[in-house]
Nanobody, 124 residues
């Protein structure tokens, strides 16, 4: 059974940083493309970033490009999201997904499984 568990969320001031982790069980990141998503209050689900296992390309939403960085550990059991220069509009529940596809213009990719998420609140 696939399991994804996020951690690292919390309350941070604008301009601050957080590092989210997504630990997995039952598979490795060789099996699926890893992705991070978020849903803020009153907002749609948004694909934040994903890594394509096919060609190694990494994609970010325009709203986080240049501020967030996705990465995987060498053991391929954890994916991270380093978030810098956080803004109040980044406030959301962040969750990771084991994706069937990770492509540049695919904002709503199909996935095998998803985590429950970790809350990030950016506020002074």
């Amino acid at each position: 059974q696939l399991r994804l568990v996020e951690s690292g969320g919390g309350l941070v001031q604008p301009g601050g940083s957080l590092r989210l982790s997504c630990s997995i069980e039952g598979f490795t990141w060789d099996d699926y493309h890893p992705g991070w998503f978020r849903q803020g209050p009153g907002k749609e689900h948004e694909r934040v970033s994903c890594i394509s296992n096919t060609d190694g390309n990494i994609y970010y939403s325009d709203s986080v490009k240049g501020r967030f960085t996705i990465s995987k550990d060498n053991a391929k059991t954890t994916v991270y999201l380093q978030m810098n220069s956080l803004k109040p509009e980044d406030t959301a529940n962040y969750y990771c997904g084991a994706l069937y596809r990770c492509e540049k213009d695919l904002s709503n990719p199909p996935g095998r499984s998803w985590g429950q998420g970790t809350q990030v609140t950016v506020s002074s």
